[in-house]
């Protein structure tokens, strides 16, 4: 039996199982079964290995967004109507068949945009070339799932899941538990807050399913077996993810309202160019990106080429981005912004940095 059965199998046997108290150790190991197995199916098997054209695209700009949708849902318009990019358009299905990559020039900021092949169902089992694509999602900083307004709550429900079984996680955050896999003493499971949705005992026979004995366990918050799994396996990616209705034009206005009104959603027209600028404005405010000025001594502050940084970085950054040798020379920074009480303040390296903050570094 091979592993898509082993799949297929386990599904069904989760789907025909009632879930009660009775049960709930049953339909643990079960899901610990379905998530080695689909581990399994996401490494690349040995034997295949060279063959085939992959999508390896040099990661390159402040950051990297992965554009991922359904075929014909107009992720290729989009990438020609925000970037000087030219990836090929048409009314029929799979006219994108590499990664094409583009670059959005925003806030002096230069943000890759993947164009990736259209995904149909079933891709995180390979299908339509769905692993590269999928493999290359994992890379992004942000996904950007593009969606027709027409069927969007399905689609979107389809692209969740083949993304969930590849492990990627959209606009979750890591569980947090704290687990160090020890060489003996046994295994140890405490935790700081009341368990409702699982057991110590579940998660001691869930450890054993894969073959770990001697671990230390501790739960900061109360968390569903998927999650523990998952801190178990390791190799879950948490992406934000920006869900885009496309085609807005060919629905009704109280459509366009609810879709727009959904959380991390939003509404836009290729077509009509419509609502292109609020996007970009929703891809950076989901990056976290910020911009650093800086200065000379004596002169005015350089506005043409901001530094960009990542929401909550400190003036250590800032000297690493202006050169690598610059932290054994500073001596302190002088910063006019947002992050300061007063203009200019005297900082050191630990100061933390706001949105568009001027900086002037000192050296011994």
């Not at 801190?231 to 206005?253: E, F, M, P, W």
Request: proline residues 3%.
């Amino acid at each position: 039996m091979g592993i898509l059965e082993k799949i297929q199998e386990t599904e069904k046997e989760i789907a025909r199982t009632q879930k009660n108290k009775a049960t709930e150790y049953h339909l643990g190991l079960l899901k610990a079964k379905l998530a080695k197995y689909r581990a399994q199916l996401i490494e690349a098997p040995k034997s295949g290995a060279g063959k085939g054209e992959g999508f390896d695209v040099m990661k390159s700009g402040d950051a990297r967004v992965a554009l991922i949708g359904f075929p014909s849902v107009g992720k290729s318009t989009l990438l020609n109507k925000l970037t000087s990019t030219q990836s090929a358009c048409a009314s029929y299905e799979f006219t994108t068949l590499t990664c094409i990559p583009g670059v959005i020039e925003y806030h002096g900021a230069n943000i890759q945009l993947l164009d990736l092949p259209g995904i149909i169902e079933g891709a995180s089992q390979g299908k339509g070339r769905g692993r590269q694509v999928i493999a290359v999602a994992r890379t992004a900083d942000l996904v950007l799932m593009m969606l027709d307004a027409d069927k969007g709550d399905v689609q979107r429900e389809l692209l969740e899941k083949e993304l969930e079984n590849v492990g990627i996680r959209l606009n979750k955050r890591r569980p947090n538990i704290y687990v160090k896999i020890k060489k003996g003493g046994g295994m140890s499971i405490n935790s700081m807050v009341t368990l409702t949705k699982m057991s110590e005992k579940l998660a001691q026979l869930i450890l054993h399913e894969y073959k770990i004995f001697n671990v230390e366990v501790l739960f900061r918050e109360d968390c569903t077996t998927e999650e523990f799994i998952d801190v178990i396996i390791g190799n879950r990616v948490y992406l934000k993810c920006v869900y885009c209705y496309n085609k807005i034009d060919q629905i009704s206005l109280e459509e366009v309202d609810r879709l727009a009104h959904r959380p991390s959603s939003l509404v836009i027209s290729c077509e009509l160019d419509l609502n292109l600028d609020r996007l970009l404005a929703k891809l950076w405010e989901f990056l976290a990106l910020i911009r650093v000025y800086t200065k000379k001594r004596g002169e005015p502050p350089d506005f043409s080429n901001p530094l960009i940084l990542r929401t909550s970085s400190a003036v250590e950054h800032v000297c690493h981005s202006v050169h690598r040798t610059l932290i054994g020379q500073f001596r302190y920074a002088l910063v006019w912004g947002t992050s300061t009480k007063y203009n200019p303040q005297r900082v050191g390296l630990h100061h933390r940095v706001d949105d568009e903050d001027v900086i002037q570094i000192v050296k011994k």
